[in-house]
């Protein structure tokens, strides 16, 4: 039996009040009593991290599992659609985590605090709070007005009358077919247990609930007034009680110590908001994610090396850059930390093992609030043992009112030997800036990101590889297909290669290094002779970037140049990523670049190339970038700078990441790629086991020597030869479209490395293979067979093969401006 007193006993057996319901009720609220003319009692959450000092980790998990079921009741796409609305001033945290949790959905709050310049884009009122009005300021006046789903969450679902306020004026405005419902526990008495079905009919919608726990409270009649008095009888006590001597030393500590506060400078990244009063979207969380390490290290290295028990102490709406810094903080002292946050909420404080709140510290507001000066209040913080106080507030309210003889900071330090304070500038939407970054990040590189050497390459792109964006492939077909989404916007799931599938490509690549080898030394010659003498190589991530290194191995190999490698992202039907493109004009002379790629299909990227060289030199100003692709193999006749035009095996076709420094397709997302960031990719460190990107570089390099005087002898023919393109490939795709009446030429993926591709991250529908082909579809016929798709023998066909898109996902299949197709 545990010794351990329920925090609500205190009250249960003055006021006769029960918590009945699921047994980890009592683990999860406590309970208080406060002076309010609705409702005398208060349940108090110990998960919430308001009220009751708690481990950030506990706090976070509670939201964050909520948040994990949302996402499994709505599925990807609907989450995607989604916004999730958190409530001033309790749940602006609880809110964050539960949208953290969903993943893939912006996060809004209400809040008390208007924002001058900021329109508010709805309202409402709390009907059980000492304090009502709640204002919704998104950024984006549009965050609302979509169709998904909006998921609100509130601490505790009791008569329902906030939330079905909430949906009711957002309903007449942005109707939509589905709310959810998110509280910690459900707390409905068995006659409001009806009105949440009663009332979706009444709007036409789907409303659910998803919640922690549930029960209800019992409460006696007269329970109001009785609870009222016991407030008034207590108060009273308290102030005739004359001041002890431990009250007056702690007061003397205050006066003295309030100057004794340590401010950390903890360097919040620009442009991330404090919170969510006016939008936080996914993206913006995963720059948080990145800075918080440093973030949080900045606040450790202020610590007393001998501090056992830490509080970080959020300030009423700002819950969650608080928690988010104690929670890292948690797993990086060795103290014990606890996270909670100051309130407006009064409540009597009992110092009573049975009573939720206490003790109580009371200061004045200090953020200039818009209903008028008042107090402020922070609950167990008082007697709880604390060896520092790290206060995290915004710069809104880092004012003299802080730094007062009676402010929180003094307040504070009567209890703790150590403050600390942290702020968080306070973020204010202004109109969008079109002034960009004097600086660009420098190129990610190995072995942080990507398995080559950090010499090797540097990747133009920003790592987002604590973001899930993979999905089945029929499901990702289809998901393009319901929203019109761009294929750019989530992943395919890593193809894990059989062991037969693995002996396929060593042995071809055993067969294939020297042919390589030759190619890749014929291109790097022409480019050397014909583009400049010491170019800046740009490969097209992912495919080229093998052969972008592979050209680097050899002009150092053959001529002892070391030439700058860099990857770019490009995207069909959205261009190359011009923010690369202006790091590299201010670093390198544009007439120096040579993109390369590694090979050609129909030629769709040469002239989605061109196209965007063209659209950022006239946007830019900038001149002098070459939009002339350098390829490995050019089977559809569509660049002059190539090593072959045959349409061969290059085993790197084979695989995805594993060939490719373990570095995924680029990713380009409103919510995760800013205006001014570079496109996205993903670092899969956990392939690692099954990488062979350096062992692929290097058994074509270990061929060099043997190719060396062939490989020059064919560029010196290729330089006297006509390379004008003839575009063959495109008529031969637009015929085969027509012949198989698929009339859409993005659905058919010409030569080896494409239908590869087509096997790999697609839905395909029949392989078609040139008669006669031998050894270089070995591992198109495995993966076929694998798949259950037919490998149909043709006579007459300019490619080795090519590989037809799924009729059944046409719909689904990405067209020439990257997004949906109908056939």
């Known amino acids: 039996m545990s010794n351990v007193v329920w925090t609500g006993t205190w009250v249960a057996e003055r006021l006769g009040v029960e918590l009945v319901g699921d047994e980890k009720l009592s683990d999860l609220l406590g309970l208080a009593l406060r002076r309010n003319p609705k409702r005398a009692h208060l349940l108090v959450s110990n998960v919430l991290g308001k009220h009751v000092p708690q481990s950030p980790s506990v706090v976070y998990g509670h939201g ?127 006659a409001d247990m009806g009105r949440l079905d009663e009332f979706a009919r009444e709007i036409g919608a789907r409303v659910d609930l998803v919640t922690a726990a549930s029960g209800t409270v019992r409460l006696p009649e007269g329970v109001l007034q009785k609870g ?12 005739s009680a004359p001041a002890g001597p431990a009250v007056l030393a702690a007061r003397a500590r205050a006066r003295v110590r309030a100057a004794r506060v340590t401010r950390v400078e903890l360097g919040w990244p620009r442009g991330v908001p404090d919170g969510g009063r006016h939008g936080f979207t996914p993206g913006q969380r995963i720059r948080l994610d990145g800075a918080l390490p440093a973030l949080t290290a900045r606040i450790a290295e202020a610590l007393p090396d ?20 104690a929670r890292e903080l948690e797993q990086v002292v060795a103290a014990e930390v606890r996270y909670s946050t100051t309130t407006r909420s009064p409540v009597l404080a009992l110092d009573d093992p049975g009573y939720a709140i206490r003790s109580r510290l009371v200061f004045p507001a200090h953020d200039n609030p818009g209903d008028g000066p008042g107090e402020r209040y922070a609950y167990n913080v008082a007697g709880a043992g604390f060896d520092a106080v790290i206060a995290v507030v915004d710069s809104t309210a880092d004012t003299p009112e802080l730094h007062a003889v009676d402010g929180l900071l003094a307040q504070l330090a009567a209890h703790t030997r150590t403050v600390l304070l942290a702020v968080v500038p306070s973020y204010v939407p202004g109109r969008p800036s079109t002034e960009r970054p004097s600086m660009l990040p420098e190129p990610l590189r190995g072995p942080a990101f990507s398995s080559y050497a950090p010499e090797d390459v540097g990747w133009l792109l920003q790592d987002l590889s604590d973001v899930t964006l993979e999905a089945p492939t029929e499901e990702r077909e289809e998901a393009i297909q319901s929203g019109g989404a761009h294929y750019a916007e989530s992943l395919p799931v890593e193809y894990q290669p059989s062991a037969h599938y693995q002996e396929l490509f060593h042995a071809a690549l055993d067969t294939s290094a020297a042919r390589i080898a030759q190619a890749v030394g014929a291109v790097t010659e022409l480019v050397l002779a014909e583009r400049s003498p010491r170019p800046v190589l740009v490969s097209l991530a992912r495919a080229g970037t093998p052969v972008g ?7 150092q190999y053959r001529h002892g140049l070391d030439l700058p490698h860099y990857a770019v992202s490009i995207v069909r039907g959205r261009g190359i990523d011009a923010n690369a493109l202006r790091w590299l004009a201010a670093h390198h002379d544009p007439a120096d670049v040579v993109f390369v790629d590694g090979w050609t299909g129909k030629g769709a990227i040469t002239r989605e190339l061109a196209d965007a060289i063209r659209e950022f030199e006239e946007a830019e100003g900038v001149t002098g970038f070459d939009p002339e692709i350098a390829v490995l193999a050019d089977p559809g006749s569509c660049v002059r700078t190539y090593g072959t035009r045959e349409d061969f095996l290059i085993p790197s076709a084979c695989l995805n990441s594993t060939v490719s420094g373990l570095i995924s397709r680029t990713v380009l997302r409103s919510d995760l790629v800013g205006e001014h960031d570079f496109h996205g990719a993903k670092f899969y460190r956990e392939l690692a086991g099954s990488d062979v990107s350096v062992d692929f570089l290097d058994a074509v390099a ?114 020439a401006d990257g997004k949906s197709v109908t056939v």
């Open 64 to 190: 964050f599992a909520l948040g994990r079921r949302v996402r499994d009741l709505l599925g990807a796409d609907e989450c995607r659609a989604a916004v999730v609305l958190g409530y001033a001033e309790t749940a602006t945290g609880l809110g964050h985590c539960v949208a953290d949790g969903v993943g893939l959905a912006p996060y809004l709050h209400s809040t008390r605090r208007p924002v001058p310049g900021v329109a508010s884009a709805g309202g409402f009122e709390e009907s059980h709070s000492h304090a009502t009005s709640h204002l919704l300021l998104p950024e984006n006046p549009d965050l609302l007005a979509g169709p998904g789903p909006l998921v609100l969450v509130d601490d505790e679902f009791s008569t329902g009358n906030t939330i079905l306020n909430t949906i009711r004026d957002l309903h007449a405005r942005y109707p939509r077919e589905r709310y959810v419902v998110v509280a910690l526990v459900d707390m409905r008495s068995a």
């Open 702 to 815: 270990a061929r060099f020597p043997d190719v060396a005087d062939a490989a020059c002898a064919q560029a010196k023919e290729l330089l006297a030869a006509d390379r004008t393109p003839t575009w063959e490939g495109w008529g031969a795709v637009e015929r085969i479209s027509e012949e198989y009446g698929i009339h859409d030429v993005n659905l058919v993926k010409p030569g080896v490395g494409e239908t590869t591709r087509v096997l790999l991250r697609r839905v395909p529908w029949k392989i078609l293979a040139r008669a006669g082909a031998g050894a270089d579809l070995d591992h198109v016929r495995l993966l076929a067979e694998q798949r259950g798709v037919p490998v149909e023998e043709v006579a007459e066909l300019p490619y080795t093969c090519v590989g037809l898109i799924h009729p059944k996902y046409t719909r689904g299949a990405t067209g």
């Open 228 to 239: 009222q008095a016991l407030v008034a009888e207590q108060e009273a006590a308290a102030l």
């Open 549 to 555: 290194v592979l050209m680097r191995r050899w002009a």
């Open 306 to 325: 001998d501090a056992r028990r830490v509080l970080v102490l959020g300030f009423e709406e700002l819950m969650y850059a608080p928690l988010r810094l």
